[in-house]
């Protein structure tokens, strides 16, 4: 056979732009639903709908098989990136001395508790004794729920949702000087033009309707919990497994 000389083959190419796999600052602050078809596909197959979130807590269940539509949990995954952003941010705000205010709200994991954390409460932790209860928040299906955190609890968070507790190992503590907070009685249902205080804001249920950080006592302890104009008669408390509604509780004003 005649010997055939290799024949090198240079083929004119364009160079593609390659996607961009994690979100714009403008897409950071849209809600999933209304970012286009297109661009959620490239988000979701180069990893930026998981960008900033090294390891979901199996309380966020994001993507297990409840029955919810698939575009409904990567809404909430969406959301909860949203949120871990926005807290590492607020709390580095915090710490760069650019916080307005005499409270403010720290992101913390696990049982790091800030020394300067609000107390909201205390009861009785098996042989620990009694053990204060510091006002926490935390992002949870949508919402951002006030609870309870201790170093004795794990996860050290505790929120209420849909007359459960949920234990998560991710959320945000109340810091800043006690003596620019005040509790004030509250008896029936919350009426914010007849309270004669600004309560501290805490959270947002998920339909955007504004949470108040409270605290009621119950089973021999003081809890913090959460209250609403929205909830009726008194606040509920994350306790027991479960959320207590209690009629009489106490709501965090600031002077």
Same mark, same amino acid.
């Given at each position: 056979?005649?010997? $055939? ?19 714009? &600052?403008? *897409? +950071?602050? @849209? ?8 661009? @959620?596909?490239? !988000? ?5 709908? /998981? ?9 966020? $269940? ?8 698939? *575009?409904?949990? @990567? ?6 990136? +949203? ?14 001395? &650019? ?15 800030? &020394? %300067? ?10 042989? #620990? ?18 609870? @309870? ?9 505790? $929120?209420?949702?849909?007359? #459960?507790?949920?234990?998560?190992? =991710? ?18 249902? !919350?009426?914010?033009?007849? /309270? ?18 409270? =605290? ?5 302890? #003081?809890?913090?919990? =959460? ?13 027991? %497994?479960?959320? $207590? ?8 004003? &600031?002077?």
């Amino acid at each position: 056979m005649p010997h $055939v000389k290799p024949v090198l083959l240079t083929l004119l190419c364009a160079q593609l732009a390659e996607p961009q796999e994690h979100p714009t &600052q403008e *897409e +950071k602050e @849209k809600s999933w639903y209304n970012l286009d078809a297109h661009r @959620k596909k490239q !988000l979701e197959f180069g990893g930026g709908l /998981l960008a900033g979130i090294t390891a979901l807590d199996a309380g966020y $269940v994001a993507y297990k098989e409840d029955g919810r539509h698939k *575009e409904d949990k @990567k809404a909430h995954v969406w959301a909860l990136s +949203k949120w871990l952003r926005d807290a590492q941010a607020r709390r580095q705000a915090y710490y760069n001395g &650019q916080t307005q205010g005499p409270v403010a709200w720290i992101y913390t994991e696990g049982n790091n508790i800030p &020394q %300067n954390a609000i107390p909201g409460g205390q009861e009785t932790y098996n042989r #620990e004794g009694r053990q204060i209860l510091y006002i926490c928040r935390a992002y949870y299906e949508g919402g951002m729920f006030v609870g @309870k955190a201790s170093s004795v609890f794990r996860p050290s968070a505790i $929120v209420g949702f849909m007359h #459960e507790e949920i234990h998560l190992d =991710k959320y945000e503590i109340l810091v800043g000087d006690q003596n620019a907070v005040r509790w004030v009685n509250v008896e029936g249902e !919350l009426d914010l033009q007849h /309270l004669g205080a600004r309560p501290v804001e805490g959270g947002k249920e998920p339909h955007g309707t504004p949470i108040y950080i409270a =605290k009621a006592y119950h089973n021999n302890a #003081e809890h913090p919990g =959460k209250a609403s104009t929205h909830y009726g008669d008194g606040c509920y408390i994350p306790f027991g %497994n479960n959320e $207590v509604r209690l009629r009489v509780s106490h709501l965090a004003r &600031q002077y």
